[in-house]
């Protein structure tokens, strides 16, 4: 599979540059007779949108989704979905003092010792822009699982910059520009936001993401383990440093005593697995969290060079998030949407022999 | 790709059960000339092997390597390259109790539920003994970066449950059965290790990997990220619940200023990153980190349930790992060089044309 | 990989239906630095259209080829080329008709038994209209080509119903509509196809390829063979049913003194092979062959049934072609310059260190 | 997928040389709960040995299987299954000669340009010796469509040189040592191939193979298509240089009135498809057709260049077949019993919800 395709049997591969004319995706083995109409993208793609907020950055797309391809009179066929999203709100004048330069912190640097040629304008095709994609497939994805499996896949903000939440309540994490758990601490969110976008600097952010209804079974040994590939996933978003499945990096510390789940009649009596053992979901809710580091375009100048080899300051003028793992809630939901749909193709393929044979646990 | 196989250029296939006839696996799409001889194989796989201390399963493999097919007159010869390692320490006969049950915290249940009949036999396919094959992969990955591009890998013990290194010394891990980097403290970890073995419980721990001499360029956006493949890559391990790159989850708390890392003409100034930026190396050290959970197979018993659906108490005798961290340093290096040499590959593919075009930074 | 794309590392994904709002692709893969702009399709586009003479089919397409991504400044930066192509000549009205029922000869039967559902509007997915995107992606495959090997591709009709060319120049194939090698013939051969056509009735083809200037050592053995690529390509092509490499099924009734090809100091002495061995290009011209079968859409009556199951009678009425070999050339030739180009990259990702060890021979 | 690996969900991966210590392979997906055992390769790998008759090479190999990993209790568990056969009766020392020259007709040239070095012993691994390991997977692949979907692939040899069949028998098929469907001809063909072999020639054959069974849906459009992958499957046959669906080269000449199949109530009036249309299969029997050409081992001088660039002479002594299609049938079959297994597989991970929508005919 090519690097811009992601999924073995639901395959979803994207294109596009920042402020090139578009951006797209074909998303590849969706089974037949699901519903889709582009209505249907557009809850996702504003939760994910800038410019809803003060919070993010005040680039304002339109993202339409035109459907090009792959449905028939309201049901996917079977064939290739073709996604367009044109590019509306580009200002790539913004960027043309950028063009010769490395902003810290971004992949201009990399990109130029990779190809020896980068489309400078809002980053490219390094852009989070591309993400904007990922979360139209995502909602093909997640229609499916609902409607096939009954699955349910959910994401929110665990923890902004120092701060995390005091409450857990999945009504507040939609009413909120947030994605935060707790309504209570809004006021103070927002607060801490306007003081950071005043300062020019940015903050991290963690995402945490709950997948219900998985049942026992998905995922494949040992290379394409569910939670190898949940780590790909969220590792290939933009700004991510850290990938979590269940109690992650706090099981260092744990005794096996406190780790393992136990089985009673009725169920596993914890979940600090995450919903995984030896890479197959267990039927538990599927947990994961993906690290955000902060945002590099600040308005504080950075030191850098340019293509000359000359020193050079960078301030980041452009239209930036100061903390991109806030909008991140939607597309952290389809990564992991686009991983579980894949696998259960994967598991029926091989396994669709195999009747409910173990003994059932609530 | 079967789930089977790692990597798209240099692709590894992994096969065998714990306490089947053998393990083993077939490395396709080395280059050819490389030098390579079965003893090669005995460094990386003493490091990882069992019962090499009192801290460590007391099961004794001689994990001898026979090359079947790939190599003429010592060199490689660009066909695949199949390793065969006899399994001769086998005891199936400790497993005939959990047979009919499901161990707490274990791939039992989930096997099982996937597909209807499992080998229970030392975990079968789960079991830690396939990464014996990865560590064979790993050296002939390691010699070809060595040789080819002046890479170096090297891993280490960073936390054994609540303890952390209190120096760093590369000469050290080398010489402790604990691949820790602080000399001084290894008789603390010893009765540690000691104490922890006798309550019958088990510890998590964190090893770091550090990836020195990979040029600038290696890794492919977006979905092939190598930091998106490295995460997928060390999530594989067994017993791995968390993966960093560079700063990982430390990223959440800090500011934009503080965690980009900028450039000088003398190169960067720092490497929060930890060498990957858009997916793409740096230049920098490759920096990555993974969890592993503390060992499900403890003395003291766990409430689970049999496949007759009655509630049974699991005691795990066998000869277990008190933690399993300390033997993955090698397992992770592996995997890291893995992922490395395949992307190597790949970047010669699409870029033997770029010159060095960017300005180069020491 | 998807079933939708095609090739391992120079990787093409094509969407669309016939009648649906566009058709087009992603190219995944190419080098960065390849010169490319909309005016470079349309010379290929051109050959493949229909209606560009009264042997091909009636409909008129624009075939203007948006770029979406992937090239800046007039050269390709390495990331996915996205190309989009707007359908603007569909009459689905023409296919009320066979919405309930089975055209015999064509994939409604096996499309509506695989996916119960379809889009009968022109055939859907199983158009030859999706072509179009194989020779846009071709386009950029032989351009790369060209470039960095100086290889060129090109086809001919070698064989249309019971006619054969009586001679052969390169210079008359580009000079009439049917490719046809012998300028001599071209008033037979439209008098066969004027008589054919007011008959109703349809008839095969056989197109024949050839790719100069391949350096010896493309092709991967013993799944990835140059050979069973280009088969796997041609025999994905509508209405194909037969592929031949050299001398292909007369080598049957050969004696291998006659088939095998001898060397000398200054080359080999003849191609019965083709150009490849062991899979692997020889470095002469490579030689392919591909039979068309005789189109389905007819207007001559046929028998079916329809979707309730009764017997019915199916005229196809619509715009089509008397011998889709015909337009098929630039097809041919696109399909063997896709897997030219991903051979050459595959081969410099395993075998870039490899010099010139073996004897040079002419 | 590397390239030496066959398949998408159920993948075949081989690795070995002529003569060296061994040849195997890893099945890996599929299904579990199978049974498999070692009597069950013995068959089909009699039927592919040589020195079976006086017809064949004399080359004596006991193609004993050891199956090392994922059978339990004599069911496949759905982990790879690693297949390994040893190689015994190599005589390596016929080959000598040839260590520093090029066989015409053979992969020696080729390999040598690719790799910049070769295991001569034997042809290494472009010998038609990997494809025992073939014919044992497809005997895992036709024992799980028998079973599961009552599919038969059998093949049979259609053409010797310049003599075809004049009759067709089943039961003749496997009752002669040329898999020759009309008896009456055999001693005929005994005639001509011990005056081939005095005469130190070799020829070419044709191979049938028809797959019974296979219901409708099974392919996958448009680069997944059955038609192309069986294509590519044959021709990765050491030796194929032509392959044909149904009516294959013929239908060039015919009308689309004779060459489209006609549906009625009780199913298709002819077969000329050969079973399959739009890619996907029609639910008549697969029709599939190899062209051998004959052997480049020969006692007949022919010219070459040996490695210093020298002009010299070469007869191959070894052991050779003087035709390899005799013993192909049985690798003929198991490459298409590989793909329609991988078709299966895969059909139903995208198609599992698509009940029987379309009349069925019967």
Redesign the interface.
């Known amino acids: ?9 639901f ?1 979803v ?5 920042s402020h ?5 995706g ?1 998303v ?2 969706c ?3 699901l519903p889709l109409e582009p209505a249907m993208f557009l809850h996702d793609l504003e939760r994910r949108a800038t410019g809803r907020s003060r919070h993010t950055s005040q680039r304002h797309e339109a993202d339409e989704v ?1 459907i ?3 449905v ?1 009179e309201g ?1 996917t ?6 996604l ?1 999203i044109r590019n509306t709100d580009a200002r790539s004048k913004d960027y043309a003092a950028i063009a010769q330069t ?1 902003r ?4 201009d ?11 400078p304008r809002g980053g ?3 852009s989070a822009r ?1 993400t904007t994609v990922r979360v139209a497939a995502g909602v093909i994805a997640k229609a499916w699982l609902a409607r ?1 499996h009954g699955v349910r896949v959910r994401g929110y903000l665990a ?1 902004l ?2 701060l995390v939440p005091k409450g857990f309540d999945w009504e507040a994490v939609e009413q909120n520009p947030f994605f935060w758990p707790h309504a209570a601490q809004v006021p103070e969110l927002e607060r801490y936001m306007d003081a950071l976008r005043k300062s020019g ?6 995402v945490n993401v709950v997948a219900e209804g998985v049942p ?10 569910l ?10 978003i ?1 700004a ?10 706090a ?15 009725d169920g596993f ?1 914890s979940n ?3 919903g ?8 538990q809710p599927i947990l994961a969290s993906a ?8 308005l ?1 100048p ?8 000359h ?1 050079v300051d960078v301030v980041t003028k452009g239209r930036h998030d100061p903390c991109v ?1 806030i909008r991140a809630t939607p597309i952290v939901e389809a990564m992991v949407a686009l991983v579980l749909m894949d696998q259960a ?11 409910d ?5 609530a």
Chains 1, 2, 3, 4 share one sequence.
Request: glycine fraction near 18%.
């Open positions: 599979m090519s690097s811009n395709s992601f999924g073995k049997l395959t591969t994207t294109f596009g540059e090139g004319p578009a951006i797209g074909v590849d083995g089974p037949p007779g035109e090009l391809s792959g028939y049901r066929t079977g064939t290739p979905i073709a367009l490395f810290p912190g971004h992949a640097y990399t990109y130029w010792h990779k190809y020896g040629i980068r489309d490219g095709r390094a591309e096939r923890q910059g120092e600097d940015s903050v991290g952010a963690r026992p079974g998905w995922g494949e040994p040992v290379y394409g383990k939670d190898a590939e949940l780590a790909a996933a969220l590792m290939s933009n991510v440093k850290g990938v979590e499945i269940g109690d992650g990096f099981a260092v510390g744990q005794r096996g005593s406190e780790h393992r789940d136990e089985l009673q009649m009596t600090h697995a995450g995984i053992l030896g890479g197959i979901s267990t039927g690290a955000f580091k902060p945002t590099s375009s600040i504080i950075g030191r850098s060079v340019d293509m000359e080899g020193a793992g193709l994967r598991h029926r393929a091989q396994c669709a022999d195999v009747g044979m173990a003994p059932r646990i």
